[in-house]
């Protein structure tokens, strides 16, 4: 937690938001986070107001789902369907999860059109970039360790294809998804749990949902069968799903919050490469 002993100079920054939030759920009473704070150097007044605007925003965002029509992409599993059929493709439904809400789903890609995905991606691969929230771009970080790439909307035939089963599948439209990413992980790679959602907290967080709102689902499909390692892991679920060549796990988060449960990640590849195709769904028309 920052301090400071000069009133006027005094920023109540996102760490300290995000601190109030921790003591918050973790059970501390509105006036022992003051004294705490008032005990590390902030001016009172500063800290019960930072107090009160951080609750308030934050109390907002559990009770209110991303406004516009239906609030996150969902999967046309009506009658309990095990198997969805788009445009003449079956999909099977492997497994379903309210919470997190999560649907694993199989021969969701055909093993021509994973060999097709990692042949038009591959002379273009190069070290992944994370979203930096601070500035609104783009950096390599150290907890991504994979070389990947993305396709623009509908850039090839096949990319056209997929987007249009994907859209289909998840009830989505078309134009409210980003380009498809293309990842590599080689022996030892992974990705630490993180989410994908835009943290409201971060000063760049503005500028990146210009370009379509909030994200509120992905998709991240299997281009192929590691020899050992790699999951998808879902620590707050204590959910792991293997990849497998041509299956997919999907999952939304209808706010930005830790209640959704959507923290997950990529499990370091033990053994082989492991290669997915990635596609997130945003709030708005992405452009």
Same mark, same amino acid.
Request: aromatic residues 2%; proline residues 7%; charged residues 25%.
């Given at each position: 937690?920052?301090?400071?002993?000069?009133?006027?100079?005094?920023?109540? $920054?996102?760490?300290?938001?995000?601190?109030?939030? =921790? %003591? +918050?759920?973790?059970?501390?009473?509105?006036?022992?986070? /003051?004294?705490?704070?008032?005990?590390?150097?902030?001016?009172?007044?500063?800290?019960?107001?930072?107090?009160?605007?951080?609750?308030?925003?934050?109390?907002?965002?559990?009770?209110?789902?991303?406004?516009?029509?239906?609030?996150?992409?969902?999967?046309?599993?009506?009658?309990?369907?095990?198997?969805?059929?788009?445009?003449?493709?079956?999909?099977?439904?492997?497994?379903?999860?309210?919470?997190?809400?999560?649907?694993?789903?199989?021969?969701?890609? $055909?093993?021509?059109?994973?060999?097709?995905?990692? =042949? %038009? +991606?591959?002379?273009?691969?190069?070290?992944?970039?994370? /979203?930096?929230t601070a500035t609104g771009g783009s950096e390599v970080h150290a907890a991504r360790t994979s070389d990947g790439m993305f396709f623009e909307r509908g850039e090839t035939p096949l990319i056209d294809r997929i987007e249009r089963r994907i859209a289909q599948l998840l009830n989505w439209p078309l134009d409210r998804g980003e380009g498809l990413q293309i990842l590599r992980y080689r022996p030892g790679a992974q990705y630490k749990p993180h989410n994908d959602y835009f943290d409201p907290a971060q000063p760049g967080t503005p500028k990146i949902l210009e370009r379509g709102g909030q994200r509120v689902g992905t998709l991240v499909m299997y281009l192929n069968t590691p020899e050992r390692g790699g999951a998808t892991v879902f620590p707050d679920a204590g959910l792991d799903v293997a990849p497998v060549r041509g299956s997919a796990v999907f999952f939304s988060y209808d706010r930005p919050h830790a209640i959704t449960k959507t923290l997950h990640g990529g499990a370091p590849v033990l053994a082989g490469e492991k290669w997915v195709a990635t596609k997130w769904m945003r709030q708005g028309v992405f452009v």
């Open positions: 937690m920052s301090t400071s002993t000069s009133t006027h100079i005094q920023q109540v $920054t996102p760490e300290l938001r995000r601190w109030i939030i =921790a %003591q +918050a759920e973790a059970g501390c009473v509105p006036e022992d986070v /003051v004294k705490a704070m008032v005990a590390s150097g902030w001016d009172e007044e500063v800290a019960l107001d930072a107090l009160e605007q951080t609750l308030r925003g934050h109390l907002a965002s559990l009770r209110e789902p991303v406004p516009g029509g239906s609030s996150v992409p969902e999967p046309r599993l009506q009658e309990g369907a095990n198997v969805i059929v788009v445009d003449g493709h079956p999909v099977e439904v492997v497994m379903s999860l309210r919470l997190p809400r999560v649907v694993i789903f199989g021969h969701l890609l $055909t093993d021509q059109e994973c060999e097709e995905l990692m =042949a %038009q +991606a591959a002379p273009r691969l190069a070290r992944s970039e994370t /979203v930096d």
